[in-house]
Antibody, heavy 127, light 113 residues
């Protein structure tokens, strides 16, 4: 059973750095094909993908936020950390940690969608 | 970036009626190596995280009721709820996972008429 849980501050001041931790269980991020992503959702708005880290430490970022984001993993702790610098009130959102698994087809493994999500953490940016 | 456009933004449907949500991608999301469209549908109920319903445009995730179905190919996709139930009230999102940046549609809110 795969579970993910986000943790971190719920109130951050503008210009500060936000650090969020995703602690997961039920899979290993050292297993070929596995990935963990971060997605956010401002109140009442749509989902926005932020970053993704794969089992082989391949990292992908949203181009619009790439200069502000860093994603890392600690396989031994089953954790993924997302850091966002120079926080602004527009960054107020619920931040979700997600599992990107694989799907098997024709005896081969292929990138899958986000099949497991954490409950999310609401981060408010305000002075 | 692949832009995902959903329509309508919202709709109100009577219980038991058929519901159709459309999603259009600005580029094809068909992966030639396996002939699959990398298009997923999610359901998000109020106060909850999104839940995966459909992947590869038409494959139902395990445990998802069969009244949910996905169709389409190339750049045009559809999510259909064959007979709307009260528990289907939610916002529905499409997403392409063909290439990064991974992108979502703006969402379609489904309510009961």
């Amino acid at each position: 059973q795969i579970t993910l849980k986000e943790s971190g501050p719920t109130l951050v001041k503008p210009t500060q750095t936000l650090t969020l931790t995703c602690t997961f269980s039920g899979f290993s991020l050292s297993t070929s094909g596995m990935g963990v992503g971060w997605i956010r959702q401002p109140p009442g708005k749509a989902l926005e993908w932020l970053a993704l880290i794969y089992w082989d430490d391949d990292k992908r970022y949203s181009p619009s936020l790439k200069s502000r984001l860093t994603i890392t993993k600690d396989t031994s702790k089953n954790q993924v950390v997302l850091t966002m610098t120079n926080i602004d009130p527009v960054d107020t959102a619920t931040y979700y940690c997600t599992h990107r698994g694989i799907r098997v087809l024709y005896s081969s493994s292929w990138d899958g969608p986000f099949d497991y999500w954490g409950q999310g953490i609401l981060v408010t940016v305000s002075s | 970036d692949i832009v995902m456009t959903q329509s309508p933004d919202s709709l109100a449907v009577s219980l038991g009626e058929r519901t159709t949500i459309n999603c259009k991608s600005s580029q094809r999301v068909l992966y030639s190596s396996n002939n699959k469209n990398y298009l997923a549908w999610y359901q998000q109920k109020a106060g909850q995280p999104p839940k995966l319903l459909i992947y590869w445009a038409s494959t139902r995730e395990s445990g998802v009721p069969d009244r949910f179905s996905g169709s389409g190919s190339g750049t045009d996709f559809t999510l259909t709820i064959s007979s709307l139930q009260a528990e289907d009230v939610a916002v529905y999102y499409c997403q392409q996972y063909y290439s990064t940046p991974l992108t979502f549609g703006g969402g379609t809110k489904v309510e009961i008429k």
